[in-house]
């Protein structure tokens, strides 16, 4: 697996290889030759100290695709004068594993220790992951593992434990200029693009620098003679990346999240962008309606009610029209949302409701609110003293609906924002009333 991305010239004594992509003819042969990953490689980044002190931990390298993590794999080894064994956990199993063991055991004797580079090491299942442990315990191998992956989701918790996770950035666009810079001397010719369309470029890399670079290779190869490629040249030639989303992911729940914070901080462009991301990504639409419909009752709730029965329009408008015609209909609901008073009023009184119900256990209703079909329940006092509000004269009783024994309790306490203003004013008359009707209000004079 190649990764990033240095000075064209190859290894001493080593020429180009047949059909050798440009990628890895320019694969970095030091650690201060990797892009964008200064913090750390850097002489007072973690790695880099480890490098000049000669020192390696066993480590867990995370990053997007294309942001080096094999060449700094393969940099440590050379930096620390390790033997360099690469491993992918796609086409490797249990056997696999004991060979390699077995040979970084008998290195060890002769005064040699091994670099184990496990590319992929998520798709190690739980046993195999923990098959390294002895081997990472007792210094036979030093584990360089690679994941796009969160490894705190797929990583074994002993394993995690005994290894450093050190993570990787996606390279940004003057890294990616960087390796465009370098793919031109490599080449010894100027990459045969506008300014326009090598910004374009960059952005079609999606911040994968072996990407660009097998984008730049092809642009080499195939542009025509003559005035550089613009932008609409340039699309003709090489194909946009697919973006780097998995459904079932990290990547899925950080967008997902995305798309909340930026609805409950008001902001609903950065909220279109997101879902914009995610449907581009080839998220099922339907999923989103449900969490934006969720958003519209935790976040929004009576500050909005309209923002709930649009969630649900939203719904049954894309169940009827489907892609891309519905997709317009997300648009609109999250704007909707975005720009919608917020109050998770409702939420709170909720779960303060339910922690209340389970504290106070099995409490009766109090007897004028039970109804009385039989004259035994009349009896002993089935509905007995209940007052109908509706005779009332301000369609009000104010009685006692708490269980007998627990006091009164107020767990909706609405926000002044949006409609739950009114429904403050609402509740500030009937409290006035409840304690008319106790005869708790002061005399006409009092404060």
């Known amino acids: 697996m190649s990764d990033l991305f240095g000075p064209a010239e190859p290894p001493p004594g080593k020429g180009p290889k047949v059909n050798q992509p440009l990628a890895d003819r320019l694969r970095p042969q030091t650690l201060a030759e990797v892009v964008g990953q200064d913090h750390l490689l850097g002489p007072e980044g973690p790695l880099g100290r480890m490098v ?14 294309g942001c080096g993590k094999t060449t700094i794999a393969r940099l440590l080894a050379k930096g620390t ?76 918790a002993a394993l995690l434990s005994r290894c450093q996770v050190f993570v990787l950035r996606r390279l940004d666009d003057a890294a990616l200029d960087k390796l465009l810079t370098r793919a031109e001397s490599g ?13 374009s470029l960059r952005a079609m890399a999606d911040g994968d620098g072996r990407h660009i670079l097998s984008l730049a290779e092809e642009l080499f ?50 909220a279109l962008y997101w879902v914009s991301r995610m449907l ?17 009752a935790e976040d929004i709730g009576m ?31 999250v704007i909707y949302l975005g720009t919608a008073p917020k109050s998770n009023a409702a939420y709170v009184a909720h779960g303060e409701a339910k922690a209340a119900a389970k504290t106070t256990g099995s ?44 006091e009164r309790q107020q767990f909706y306490r609405p926000v002044e924002r949006g409609f739950e ?13 409840r304690e008319k009707k106790a005869g708790n209000l002061p005399e006409d004079g009092e404060p």
């Open 363 to 406: 409490l009766a209703p109090p007897m004028h609110i039970l109804n009385a079909p039989t004259r035994l329940m009349k009896d002993i006092g089935y509905g007995k003293g209940y007052a109908y509000d509706h005779y009332e004269a301000e369609g009000f009783s104010g009685k006692n609906y708490f269980p007998d024994g627990m």
């Open 52 to 65: 000049a002190a000669k020192r390696l931990s066993s480590m867990v390298l995370w990053g997007p695709p």
């Open 303 to 333: 500050a909005d009610p309209q923002a709930l029965q649009t969630a649900i329009a939203t719904w049954e408008t894309y169940d009827r029209l489907g892609s891309p015609e519905g997709d317009l209909a997300i648009a609109m609901l």
């Open 187 to 199: 080449m010894e010719r100027p990459l045969p693009v506008t300014d326009d369309a090598r910004a």
């Open 81 to 156: 004068d390790l033997a360099f064994q690469p491993l992918s956990a796609v086409f490797s199993g249990v056997a696999d594993l004991r060979k390699i063991f077995d040979a970084a055991q008998k290195r060890r004797q002769m005064g040699q220790g091994t670099l184990l580079f496990v590319d992929e090491i998520h798709r190690f299942n739980r046993s195999q992951q923990d098959g390294f442990l002895p081997y990472v315990e007792d210094g036979t191998i030093i584990l360089v593992g690679a994941t796009t992956e969160n490894p705190s989701f797929e990583l074994n």
């Open 280 to 296: 581009d990504g080839g998220e099922d639409p339907i999923y989103l309606l449900r969490r934006l419909t969720r958003f519209a």
């Open 221 to 270: 190869n195939l542009a025509p003679p003559g005035a550089p490629l613009d932008t609409a040249g340039m699309l003709k030639l090489v194909q946009r990346r697919a973006p780097v989303y998995d459904k079932d992911r990290e990547g899925h729940y950080n967008l997902i999240s995305a798309v909340h914070k930026s609805l409950r901080g008001s902001d609903p462009d950065a």
């Open 421 to 433: 203003r009114e429904i403050n004013k609402r509740l500030a008359y009937w409290q006035r009333l």
